[in-house]
């Protein structure tokens, strides 16, 4: 048995629901997005969110279930409620399974703009020194374990998942080598919108606004075509947010 897990997720339709819980640093960035586009961020997130639910239907194998609903022993994949899956995930994985394995990983694909210059330079060594070690083994959802007591946190957090991933890797851990999962890291993204990484002016927000439209717009890679027809569905909602 294999289930999506969704970590969170809000009724992002619900405005007022929505601001209740918008944590203090990202207020003054959300203000500023409903004042740069006519679509508000919060109906922006809901749209993303049924296009990956529509691509987390079309998963074969697998369930998507609420933490509760999911019996001890069963592998959960730990996503956010923006993210994507290829369709193979649940076939993929299933065979491993049968062999013994508790945990997995494959190689995390991410669809973005950079963040800042650091961000891009890292970029550009992986493209140029494919071998190098990523920052985290596990990222957003490119990882998976089987349900077991004290397991919910790694499954929460990857950056505490990359640290057992690393410190038990000669245990029941699969490395697939093939990507079965896309993060898809929007303009609306969690860290794309956080101020942490220095004040988000308007035309910072512009600019990133246009390059992401353009991302949007270039075919998938061989490896990840099946994710053509939600970067089309991403570029005409870009189309949308005038």
């Not at 997005?33 to 969110?49: A, Q, S, T, V, Y």
């Not at 992986?126 to 998976?144: D, E, G, K, Q, S």
């Not at 890797?169 to 093939?178: A, C, L, P, S």
């Not at 990133?208 to 099946?226: M, Q």
Request: aromatic fraction near 12%; charge should be positive.
């Amino acid at each position: 048995m294999i289930y999506i897990w969704i970590r969170k997720t809000l009724d992002w339709q619900d405005e007022a629901a929505f601001r209740a819980q918008l944590p203090s640093h990202l207020i003054e960035p959300v203000d500023l997005w409903n004042d740069c586009f006519k679509l508000p961020f919060h109906l922006f997130r809901e749209r993303l969110r049924q296009i990956a639910a529509l691509n987390h239907s079309r998963v074969a194998g697998v369930t998507c279930a609420n933490w509760d609903a999911i019996p001890e022993g069963a592998l959960v994949v730990p996503v956010d409620d923006d993210d994507w899956f290829a369709p193979t995930l649940g076939t993929s994985l299933a065979g491993e399974v049968d062999r013994g394995y508790a945990a997995f990983f494959w190689p995390s694909q991410f669809l973005q703009v950079p963040l800042d210059w650091r961000h891009e330079i890292g970029r550009i060594r992986r493209r140029i020194f494919p071998a190098t070690r990523p920052v985290w083994l596990c990222t957003t959802n490119n990882y998976a374990m089987l349900k077991r007591p004290g397991v919910r946190t790694l499954l929460e957090q990857h950056v505490a998942a990359s640290r057992w991933y690393l410190a038990n890797m000669d245990t029941r851990i699969k490395n697939i080598q093939q990507p079965l999962s896309l993060m898809n890291r929007t303009l609306a993204s969690t860290t794309a919108m956080d101020r942490k990484r220095g004040p988000l002016a308007r035309q910072k927000m512009l600019l990133a606004f246009h390059r992401y439209r353009r991302i949007y717009s270039r075919p998938a890679s061989a490896e990840l075509a099946w994710s053509q027809p939600y970067r089309e569905m991403m570029a005409t909602l870009m189309e949308e947010l005038q």
